[in-house]
C-alpha cells in the first residue's frame, strides 16, 4: 500500500515525490520545475504536449500550484517510513544501473539519495540500460519499431562493431572474433562464419571439459599437498629422533669422540635445514599452484553460467589456453630424511676379509622396465647380454632409449654387498640414483657422466672410475668377478676385484642423498651377470 500512494506523488519526469506539484489539464501531476523544464524545450515547436500521456496543447498551460497535492505529499514525506524507500529496486554494487535515471539527491530523512534505479533491460539500438519505468517510456517512445532488447548487462559497447555500430551476432572461425553483418561482406568476405550463438554453444562445451580436467588436477594437486605436508612433518620427526640417538650414543662413548659427536650432529642439522627448506619450497609452490587452478576454475565456473555470448567468446580461449601444472605429479618421492647418527667413516666399521663383505649380502634383479632395447635379459632377470636385434620391450617411461643401460629393481639405502661375473670389452658396473634421466644419450642419461651416478668402466685395454664427468684412471683388471660394498649412511662406496683374494680397486667417500640402485651398461659382444 505504501509503494502505491508512493507511486501516486512520484513526479513520472524526475523519479523523485514531486515538489511544488501542478496540474495539467489532462489530469497528470509533476514537479513545476520538471514540467516547465519539458515545455522549455518544446517552445517554438507550436504545441505543448504532457510528458506522461503525450497530450497535446496549441499554447504553453498556465500553471498554479495545486495546495491540496502538496500537503499530501508533504504528509507523505514526513511518514514514509526506511521500509518504504529501500523496496525499490536501487543498483547496488554488480547491478547495472539505469542509463536515464538522475540519481538526484533528496533530503528527505527516511529516503535514500543519489542512487540510480537497476536496469532491467538493455536496448542495443540505443546503447542504454532501462529500469523498468523508462523501459516503458522507451517502448512507449518507440512505437512499432523492434528495437533488440536484452537483459541488463554492463559489457554494451563490447556487443556492438565499434566500426558499423551493428550487434555482434556473428563469430568468424578463421579470424577468432566477433563480427557484425556487414563485417562479413568486408574485412571477412570469403571466411569461415557462424552464428555467435551456435558457437558459443560450442565453446561452453569445450569449456565444460577443461573445467573437469581442471578439477581433477586439483584434487590430484590437494593430494599431493597432503602427502607432502606428512612428509615434512616425518622428515622433521626424524631428525629428531636422530639427535636423541646420537645423544645417548655419545654419552656411552670415551671423550676421544667429542669432537665427532658434534660434527654429526652440525651434519644432521644441515641436511635436516636443507631438506625441510626445499621441502617448504615445493609445498608453497604448490599451495600457489592449487590457488591458481582454483581462481581458473572459479572463473570457468562464473563464465559456463554466463549467458553472454559474446563475453563468453572473447574470455574463453584465454581462460582454457593456461597451463594446468608446472610442478611434477611425484613431488614427493625424494623428500626423505638420510643422515643417521653412525654418519661419519670413523665411527663405520668397514669389513675386511670376504667373509665379512658376504655378511652384507643383498639380493638384486634388473629391471625390465628400465632395459634398452638391445639389450637381453635372461636367468630371472640377473644375467644381461648385447644383442644385434631390438627386444620385444613394451613402452615406457623409466626405459634408457639411447644408452645402452639398465638399473635394478631394488634400491640401497643401508649396508649392502653384491658380487657381478662379467666378460667382454665393454662394461660398465655402477650405482645411481632412481631420478636420473632416461632419454637421450648425453651426460644427464650416461652412467659416471652426472652427479646422480658413480660408475667403473671395464674397457680391453683399460680401466676406470666415472663420477661426475669426471675420470680417475685404474690399473687393468683381469678378474672377471667384481665386489661391490656401500654403506649408505656412512657414504662409502668401494669396488673389489675378487680371485683368490679382495683386492680394492676404487673407494669412494661422499654423501649419498637418496636411495642407490645398482646398474649396468653393456655394449659390444659383452655380459654381466648378478651372482
Not at 127 to 148: F, I, Q, W
Request: aromatic share 8%; charged share 25%; hydrophobic share 30%.
Amino acid at each position: 500500500m505504501a509503494s502505491q500512494e508512493e507511486d501516486s506523488f512520484t513526479c513520472p519526469v524526475c523519479l523523485e515525490l514531486i515538489r511544488d506539484p501542478v496540474t495539467t489539464a489532462c489530469g497528470h501531476n509533476f514537479c513545476m520545475k520538471c514540467i516547465k523544464g519539458c515545455w522549455d524545450q518544446e517552445d517554438g515547436k507550436g504545441e505543448y504536449s504532457c510528458p506522461l500521456c503525450k497530450h497535446t496543447f496549441d499554447s504553453r498551460p498556465v500553471l498554479h500550484k495545486n495546495r491540496l497535492m502538496a500537503e499530501m505529499v508533504e504528509k507523505f514525506r514526513k511518514t514514509r517510513i526506511q521500509a518504504a524507500a529501500t523496496a525499490r529496486c536501487y543498483a547496488g554494487p554488480g547491478d547495472v544501473a539505469c542509463d536515464v535515471c538522475t540519481g538526484r539527491k533528496r533530503k528527505a530523512v527516511n529516503d535514500c539519495t543519489g542512487r540510480k534505479l537497476k536496469a532491467v533491460k538493455s536496448c542495443l539500438e540505443c546503447l542504454v540500460s532501462y529500469c523498468d519505468t523508462h523501459l516503458k517510456a522507451h517502448n512507449e517512445l518507440n512505437p512499432g519499431r523492434n528495437h533488440t532488447m536484452v537483459d541488463a548487462t554492463g559489457q554494451l559497447q563490447e556487443m556492438v562493431c565499434p566500426r558499423h555500430k551493428k550487434v555482434f551476432d556473428i563469430f568468424c572461425r578463421t579470424d577468432q572474433s566477433c563480427i557484425c553483418y556487414l563485417c562479413m561482406v568486408d574485412d571477412h568476405k570469403g571466411h569461415d562464419t557462424i552464428t555467435a550463438t551456435a558457437e558459443w554453444s560450442h565453446k561452453k562445451e569445450g569449456l565444460g571439459q577443461s573445467q573437469r580436467r581442471c578439477q581433477q588436477i586439483i584434487q590430484l594437486k590437494e593430494k599431493e599437498l597432503q602427502e607432502l605436508r606428512k612428509a615434512v612433518e616425518t622428515l622433521k620427526s626424524d631428525a629428531q629422533t636422530a639427535v636423541e640417538e646420537s645423544e645417548r650414543m655419545f654419552t656411552e662413548l670415551i671423550r676421544s669422540i667429542e669432537r665427532r659427536r658434534s660434527e654429526v650432529t652440525k651434519l644432521i642439522r644441515a641436511q635436516e635445514k636443507a631438506e625441510v627448506s626445499r621441502a617448504e619450497g615445493l609445498l608453497k609452490r604448490l599451495e600457489q599452484e592449487i590457488a591458481e587452478l582454483k581462481r581458473t576454475d572459479a572463473e570457468m565456473k562464473q563464465l559456463s553460467l554466463t549467458q553472454d555470448s559474446i563475453h563468453f567468446l572473447k574470455n574463453v580461449v584465454s581462460i582454457t589456453g593456461r597451463p594446468y601444472s608446472t610442478i611434477s605429479t611425484s613431488v614427493t618421492a625424494n623428500v626423505r630424511f638420510s643422515v643417521s647418527v653412525s654418519d661419519g667413516r670413523a665411527l663405520t666399521a668397514e669389513p675386511v676379509t670376504r667373509e665379512d663383505f658376504l655378511q652384507y649380502s643383498c639380493h638384486f634383479t634388473l629391471d625390465p622396465n628400465t632395459v634398452h632395447k638391445y639389450l637381453h635379459l635372461s636367468e630371472g632377470n640377473r644375467r644381461l647380454e648385447c644383442r644385434s636385434e631390438a627386444q620385444s620391450y613394451p613402452d615406457h617411461p623409466d626405459r634408457f632409449d639411447r644408452c645402452w643401460q639398465v638399473l635394478c629393481r631394488e634400491g640401497v639405502s643401508t649396508r649392502c654387498y653384491w658380487e657381478v661375473e662379467w666378460s667382454g670389452q665393454n662394461v660398465d658396473i655402477a650405482v645411481s640414483y632412481k631420478s636420473i634421466s632416461r632419454k637421450g644419450e648425453g651426460d644427464v642419461c650416461c652412467f659416471g657422466c652426472n652427479d646422480q651416478s658413480w660408475s667403473l668402466a671395464f674397457r680391453s685395454s683399460r680401466s676406470s672410475f666415472w663420477h661426475n664427468n669426471k675420470s680417475t684412471e685404474l690399473p687393468l683388471v683381469a678378474s672377471s668377478r667384481i665386489g661391490v660394498y656401500v654403506d649408505h649412511r656412512a657414504g662409502t662406496l668401494a669396488f673389489y676385484s675378487i680371485s683368490d683374494t679382495m683386492t680394492l680397486l676404487h673407494r669412494v667417500h661422499t654423501t649419498f642423498t637418496h636411495t642407490l640402485y645398482p646398474g649396468f651398461w653393456v655394449g659390444g659382444e659383452s655380459s654381466v651377470k648378478l651372482l
